[in-house]
């Protein structure tokens, strides 16, 4: 049975740091690609980061500020969030899958939120 356990969410002030993890159990996580999503209230869900084929991407709003990684070994998956703003205040998703495009495997969620 495949299982994302994300962990790291909190309050933070605006200009804080937090780092999200996300442990992955149940698939070959060194083949897969994994990503972070986030969905603010009211509005549809959204990448934030991904990593395919060893490549991160970054969307827009959280490049510079924004660093993800994993740990083969330990098959985690890492967000790391710098400068925090308040519209970074969302519901963030990790996601694991042989094809970016199309993630297979999803997370609960852990919420972050950003007082101004």
């Known amino acids: 049975q495949v299982h994302l356990a994300e962990s790291g969410g909190g309050l933070v002030q605006s200009g804080g740091s937090l780092r999200l993890s996300c442990e992955v159990s149940?698939?070959?996580?060194?083949?897969?690609?994994v990503g972070w999503y986030r969905q603010a209230p009211g509005k549809q869900r959204e990448v934030v980061a991904v990593?395919?084929?060893?490549?991160?991407t970054y969307a827009n709003s959280v490049k510079g500020r924004f660093t993800i990684s994993r740990d083969n070994a330990k098959a985690t998956v890492y967000l790391q969030m710098n400068s925090l703003k308040p519209e970074d205040t969302a519901v963030y998703y990790c996601?694991?899958?042989?094809?970016?495009?199309?993630?297979?495997?999803w997370g609960q969620g852990t919420q972050v939120t950003v007082s101004s």
């Open positions: 996601a694991a899958g042989l094809f970016a495009a199309d993630f297979n495997y």
């Open positions: 990593i395919s084929d060893g490549v991160p």
């Open positions: 149940g698939i070959l996580f060194r083949a897969n690609d």
